[in-house]
């Protein structure tokens, strides 16, 4: 029996099942609401973990230039730097989950120094086991304009793969020509890549060249992450939203497997209760992912709108309800026993509706407050297909 057929079993007893259904999901809202939100949504913010980034390369490459367009908020102009070592400075901003590691020295002549020290700190960081100290990634930044390789480079890039996955950026590329990017990547076999960027436009006598290849550059950075830190990097970049909604997919994804979970277990008076906390930490987490400010107050207005509407939950327990009263021989259910299926659907069918909410706004240029969002969020939950 498909998922369509059940949703007409339950318009036919949606005026017996409506009532007391919506009843207690509001009063599962508010209970999860006052026990848990908090813990949830610091949960959900923790979960978008930290990315941790090296940028090397000598003075003038343009290692500033990419930071500040690649992530939100001018990081290394206007973030904080904290010395962490002799030649590394932390550049990090409240609120944005990556954290870039500017290296200094590099062209003073003592690079082998420079490389033992921070191998030393990639080390000494991988075995505190806390994922969110390690260094997860380097881009060393080479200029495409200078066409020089210097063995320091190489060696560098070459020796710093052995302990991190490093993406080497060919900075200020305004010409076609790949001699001096062949070159590169023959020299630099250890890293996983060679990449030509332009961060800035430049202009030229006859015209202006656009920016560019700052989305490949954070594709392919997406895909050397290690998993904890994927929707950190997501969030706080910039220049390509295929990865945000690869992250949100995640997200949802998690979600879902997880209210699949609850919902296979036998069904408690309030499994409301349980249901709500995922999808209250998936919303968080979604605000979170795409930068949607978002506080307690805010998700406690947009769940209690969803609830109060009409509510994913709210027709996963009318579906059950209606599976248990009508059909108990169909053999979907046992003894009272919520289909995992049907819970992993209605969570992502209201993952997808609040993503939707918050690309339509965006893209018609609506404030992102709880109230606009909460009215989009309504809209699309009505149309959101549970198949
Ligand atoms: N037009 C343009 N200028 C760039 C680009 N990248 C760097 N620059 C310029 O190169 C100079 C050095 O860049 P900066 O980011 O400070 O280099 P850093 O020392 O490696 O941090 C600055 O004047 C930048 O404006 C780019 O992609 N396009
Ligand atoms: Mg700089």
Known sequence: MGIKNIINIIKDVKAVQKQP?????????????????????????????????????????????????????????????????????????????????????????????????????????????????QIHLGWFCISNDGKRLESAETEFINELSK???????????????????????????????????????????????????????????????????????????????????????KVIAIAAASAATIGATPIPFSDAVLLAPVQIGMIASICKVMKVPADKQFITTLVSSAAGVMGATATGRTIVRGLIKLIPEAGLIIGGTISAATAG?????????????????????????AANLSKEFTEQLKKTKLK
């Open 21 to 133: 259904a919506i009843q207690n999901i509001s009063d599962a809202a508010k209970n999860a609401n006052s026990l848990n939100l908090k813990a949830l949504v610091e949960a959900a913010l923790e979960k978008i973990g930290h990315a941790n980034i090296i940028v090397a390369g000598k003075t003038g490459v343009g290692k500033s230039t990419l930071v500040n367009a690649v992530f939100q908020g001018n990081l290394a102009e206007t973030g904080v730097g904290r010395p962490v070592t002799q030649n590394m400075k932390e550049y990090s901003k409240e609120g944005e989950p990556v954290h870039i590691f500017d290296t200094k020295g590099f062209e003073l002549g003592n690079y082998k120094e420079v490389i033992k020290e921070l191998k030393g700190e990639i080390n000494r960081r991988k075995q505190l086991g806390d994922p969110k100290e």
């Open 163 to 249: 302990e991190i996955p490093i993406v080497v950026v060919l900075t200020k590329t305004v010409d076609t020509k790949l001699d001096f990017y062949n070159l590169v990547k023959n020299e630099t076999p250890k890293a996983t890549n060679v990449i030509r960027v332009l961060a800035l436009p430049y202009e030229t006598p006859i015209g202006t060249i656009p920016a560019f290849g700052l989305d490949e550059l954070i594709d392919h950075s997406y895909e050397l992450m290690p998993d904890i830190a994927k929707a950190a990097l997501a969030s706080s970049q910039k220049v390509n939203t295929q990865i945000t909604k690869k992250a949100v997919d």
């Open 345 to 369: 659907i209605v969570t992502s069918g209201m993952g997808y509706a609040f993503y939707n909410s918050i690309r339509l706004l965006q893209g018609q240029g609506i404030d992102l407050n």
